[in-house]
């Protein structure tokens, strides 16, 4: 058993299983700021593939490869459009404003998930008081959203919008197989739509490290360069690009039962008395509203029974269910959820 405890506070905590230490151990690698690390050059080119997309860049983290995104799709000065819960605003350290010094128009979407119409009016006229806009960024899925999904039927719509009014749209897509899965949409449709995606292969998917960026070949010429000033060229990376073939090539399938779970955490806790609410669980996210009193002291309880979680606000926790956590420690964590007193 990988862990001391049940680690339910992000798809993050992962160990490589042993038939990914095995890919890595004898991946075939080179010197890939030369350009000459196959595995990651594979890595890449399968990402991009699958996508429809032109080209593809390895990158050691999803911060960086939508933040590389962001820059290749503003100029100084510019304006995003987001969602007010997106990873790109909240949680990569203001990094929109230090590396792009374009500003950021948040938008209020329900469970993060954006319409053309909550878009549309936001987007700037050709005024000299006003910002140009030059990017939507979507997240799929939306992590505080609790996991909620965009379909490619909604995404269509802000393309076609995007499309006219001239601006890009990038995908935020840490958790893009997770949805995936859930939607049943098909990835090689999303090139079509989006001028650039992030995905990661460090969440759901069990890789150690590391996220793809996927766009045109001009697009990802440009964030090769910028990857370079943002000092994020590695040289041996194929030990950790095989880690990444290896979990597309067995990890994806298997998160319909991290889906299967996370829907079973939640409707332990609907049943309890300490729960107000849970939000609809798409995906791997579990997030709930704490009766009354404050969630730290919910997840201090649950920390006391073994069970690890976050607080997301006040008032609220997240879990989240993985790889590494098997059937048997959910049914543990159910008989947690359920006598906790
Ligand atoms: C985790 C995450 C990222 C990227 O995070 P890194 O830790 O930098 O790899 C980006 N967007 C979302 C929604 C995420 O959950």
Redesign the pocket.
Known sequence: MNSRFLDFR?D?VTKPTAGMLDAMMTAKVGDDVFGEDETVHALETKLASTFNMEAGLFC???????QIAIKCFTQPMDEVICDQT???YR??IGGIAYHSAASVRLLHGERGILTTELIEPEINEDNIHYPNSSLVVL?N???KGGGSCYTLAQIAPIHHLCNIKGLKLHL?G??IFNALVATGDDASEYGKYFDGI?V?L??GLGAPVG?VLLGSKQMIHKARKIRKAFGGGMRQAGFLAAAGIYALDNHVERLKDDHAHAKAIAAALASTAYVKSVMPVETNIVIFEVEKGSAEKIVNQLKEKGLHCNTTSASTVRLVTHLDLTPAMIDQAIEIILHLS
Request: hydrophobic share 20%; proline share 4%; charged share 20%.
């Open positions: 992000s993050t050691p983290s999803g911060t960086m490869t939508n997106a990873h790109v949680y990569e997240e899925t939306v992590n935020d840490a958790r992030s990661c460090s969440k996220s």
